[in-house]
């Protein structure tokens, strides 16, 4: 079953911050769009666009990131909170919450946060 319903394609975006060394670290965080309602359907979300009235049904991982993201955190810490709730190796799980962040941000139900 897939994570999102109505979504397709890819285009992750990325921020830099510098880590302890002084080095630039590529740091993914987003934030939900202030035209987005969402809610909480058992163990998935219901997400409407007020904007163009579409409607989205994210799935318990899709739902887990969904309010993660509304919580602030940024992908390694929804990795981890994926990996964790889902029992998913690292790599994968990954792969799999890039490819849902990037979807949601071409549907505009997210924004990149600098």
Known sequence: MPVVTA???T?????????????????ERYSTQEDVVACELDDSFAILKLETSEYFKLNATGALVWERISG????DELVEAVCTDFDIGPEECRQDVVALVA????????????
């Open 7 to 9: 979504l397709s394609e």
């Open 103 to 114: 979807e949601l941000e071409k549907a505009g139900l997210i924004v990149r946060v600098a």
């Open 72 to 75: 602030g955190a940024g992908l």
């Open 11 to 27: 285009g992750v975006a990325a921020s830099t911050i510098g880590n302890q060394d002084g080095e630039d670290e590529v740091v």
